[in-house]
């Protein structure tokens, strides 16, 4: 049986490979310190668990309108107002099941055949194959090191064609952690405007930012640009919700109302008990976000310098998320090693320590490394890395 061409060519995630062997090697005994998490090591907050209880217990579980509960939409609203001081109508909003699926909904709705689809470089992994599922051509455009991986004015014109529909924002990244400053999107935002793109604003890790001027929404920027901006976003790093599926777009109402025909007939609607989770999440007065802040940056500080010293490494160091995404071209190489690949690969058979290989995120120079794990495994991983290296000399 032939399955589709339009999934004939579908990568697997990049952290597939690595995970699987790294789940061998524990499986045999063997004491594998994991990286490669792309999400909190924290629990979901206990007010949270007790508001999804109560919605069971209320019978709260049947289908609900397909762009999400009424309450739930208006919390988003009003974080919007609180948070970013934008302004929203709750037809401009839709609650989708992940923000990975706002995104899939997304593309689907705002793409034919042929768009183009600015994706800057490293991305996070689903981007391109979500623009490729919707028939649009991702258009890769290489952030550089020495501009902390992000995109510059000049890159966006000089990538810019007849076709050019849309570009991806994702700030904080994942995988780099690097946050875009006001100036940096103003610029940006004067292209998009002039040129007519739209923006996706993939806003995830918003609240995870350490240092710097903090989080800033294109959208906040003017009127123009927030008609032009559909943000996304979500519970699932923020509240440490990842496995309860509820993410958020908010935008233009013609392009939410396609989203929510679509997801009509494709999800008919987010879990219901997950919303009312969600909901608790976001109306609560509650400090979740505190401690895990608080934790993550700790983390961050101690890593990155440990990270840092190891020889032929080189990191930049991150703002926001909770990843380090390090060039380690030189380690590579002085160790005898064709790529990186081969080299994450070996580093987990002979330390066990699963990194995930930069070049699932168009960076093949660099690995992804998560801090969402204790502090006591990151320095134990830390040592590990730097013994690989050196033994390799
Ligand atoms: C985790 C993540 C998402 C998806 O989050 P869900 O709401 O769990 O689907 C989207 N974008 C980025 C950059 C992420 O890291």
Redesign the pocket.
């Known amino acids: 049986m032939e399955l589709a061409k339009r999934v004939q060519s579908l990568t697997p995630s990049a952290t597939l490979a690595i995970t699987a062997k790294a789940n061998e090697l524990k499986a045999a005994g063997h004491d594998v310190i994991g990286l490669g998490a792309?999400?909190p090591d924290f629990n979901t907050p206990e007010h949270i668990l007790h508001a999804a209880k109560s919605a069971m217990d209320e019978g709260k579980t049947k289908y609900t309108p397909s762009s999400g509960i009424p309450m739930l939409k208006e919390a988003i609203v009003k974080k919007m107002k609180e948070d970013h001081a934008l302004t929203y109508a709750s037809n401009e909003v839709i609650v989708?099941?992940?923000?990975?699926?706002?995104?899939y909904t997304l593309f689907q709705v705002l793409l034919n055949p042929g768009d183009e689809v600015i994706v800057p470089t490293p991305y996070?992994v689903?981007y391109p194959e979500q623009i490729k599922l919707a028939e649009g051509k991702p258009v890769f455009v290489k952030g550089e090191e020495k501009n902390q991986f992000k995109l510059t004015p000049e890159q966006l014109e000089a990538a810019i064609t007849d076709h050019t529909k849309a570009i991806i924002l994702?700030s904080p990244?994942?995988p780099t952690g690097m946050v875009y400053t006001k100036d940096e999107l103003e610029a940006i935002g004067e292209i998009c405007l002039r040129q007519g793109l739209l923006i996706v604003s993939?806003e995830?890790?918003e609240q995870l930012i350490y240092e710097g001027e903090g989080h800033v929404s294109i959208a906040q920027l003017s009127n123009e640009l927030k008609e032009r901006t559909i943000i996304?976003?979500?519970?699932?790093?923020s509240h440490a919700?990842?496995g309860w599926?509820?993410?958020y777009a908010v935008g233009d109402a013609t392009i939410i109302k396609a989203m929510s025909n679509l997801a009509s007939h494709s999800t008919s609607n987010p879990t219901s008990v997950a919303q009312f989770a969600a909901l608790e999440a976001y109306t609560s007065s509650e400090d979740d976000l505190g401690p895990m802040k608080a934790a993550f940056h700790d983390r961050l500080e101690k890593l990155h310098e440990w990270i840092a010293s190891i020889p032929g490494v080189y990191c930049e160091k991150p703002q926001g998320?909770f990843y380090l995404f390090p060039n380690v071209q030189e380690a590579v190489q002085s160790n005898g090693f064709t790529t990186v690949d081969d080299w994450v690969k070996a580093l987990l058979e002979e330390e066990k320590v699963a990194l995930v290989p930069g070049s699932g995120f168009g960076a093949p120079d660099n690995v992804r490394l998560s801090y969402a794990t204790s502090l006591e495994q990151l320095e134990e991983a830390a040592k590990r890395i730097k013994r690989f290296v050196k033994s390799h000399q």
């Open positions: 792309g999400e989708t099941t992940g923000a990975k699926h706002a995104l996070w689903s994702n990244s994942n993939d995830i890790y996304i976003n979500g519970v699932s790093k919700m990842t599926r509820i993410g998320a």
